[in-house]
């Protein structure tokens, strides 16, 4: 289950669940069209590609795929969510071990 909340809202009343992840892979769904319930409700359980990449692909994994691997740089944030929204596009689901 998704523990970080914050949300963005667009024209359209598309909403995201930051101001940073406005693409289609993490399109929570539309105030209007959807309601608040269904909106919440992919929130809570990770219903879009893009959330489900963040909550479950291990950040070792990420930095494997777009990183430097041998850099000592740690990643955290930003990062973490663009990377994700590579994979969500990518359509490769990859899920930390024991969660589904």
């Not at 309601?35 to 489900?52: F, K, N």
């Not at 973490?80 to 689901?93: F, K, N, P, T």
Request: hydrophobic share 35%; with cysteine; aromatic share 12%.
């Amino acid at each position: 289950m998704a523990t970080r909340c914050g949300s963005a809202s667009r024209p359209g009343f598309d909403v995201y669940p930051s101001q940073f992840t406005v693409s289609a892979a993490f399109r929570l769904g539309n105030i209007r069209t959807d309601g608040v319930g269904a909106i919440i409700d992919a929130w809570e359980h990770e219903r879009t590609p893009g959330l489900q990449a963040v909550f479950r692909t291990p950040n070792s994994e990420l930095v494997r795929r777009f990183g430097r691997p041998y850099s000592r740089r740690l990643y955290d944030g930003d990062v973490q969510w663009r990377w994700a929204e590579l994979v969500a596009r990518s359509g490769e689901g990859i899920e930390k071990e024991g969660v589904r």
